[in-house]
């Protein structure tokens, strides 16, 4: 029970780690570039999970609610105050580590395999979406705490609080399994990855925590209308 989460979290932790002792000695322009093929990458997978689903229309009609709801909620800020409230308690002179802490949370769980790993490894013992899923996160977090510093690190806590939650209440959560589910949170799902790319590449500002609500919308919508 929970392996994957665990094996997740600790792979965030470590590839922070590393990318924090890397990041004292890499050339600015290293970064820089470590972000930019990072941030073409999440592109890349964010376009390919929308691309491929069935319910494109849907994700974006959920994507609208819940870019409302988020607005409304104020979802973006108070994950910001959170970081802050992180970095005071912390006394992290790191003057990126709200950036850090949201833009790797957000990355790590906007994913459909967030959903899809936590319950097979909660209903079926099953951790192997989860073990690749670490892999990737763990790549990620070498390029993004290289540039960002140590908030990604600290991301870790909601990996394990989120992921670990979606696991223990696997058994009530069987429904997330259907289909119709998988593919309208992954289309979903895709956006919002596409949206934390825009924001790595830094071509714009997209208010991804605030769309967030979208993947509660692509739940209910997918059981309304499958």
Known sequence: MMIGTLVNTGAVVAGSAIGLAAGTRLPERIKIVLMQA?????VAIGLRMALEAQHTLLAIG???????????????????NLAE??????RSNSSRFVEGFVTATLLYLTGAMTIVGSIQDGTIGDPSVLLVKSLLDGVASVALASSLGVGVMFSALPVLL???GITLLAAQLAFLSQPAVLDTVNATGGLLILGIGINLLEIGRIHVGNLLPALLYAIVGALLFP
């Not at 990072?38 to 999440?42: H, N, P, Q, R, S």
């Not at 609610?65 to 409304?72: C, D, F, H, N, R």
């Not at 409230?85 to 912390?90: A, D, E, G, H």
């Open 38 to 42: 990072l941030g073409l990458a999440v």
């Open 162 to 164: 989120v992921q670990g």
């Open 85 to 90: 409230t992180l970095s005071r308690t912390l």
């Open 62 to 80: 959920c994507l609208l609610l819940g870019g409302v709801t988020g607005e409304l909620l104020r979802i973006e800020q108070r994950l910001d």
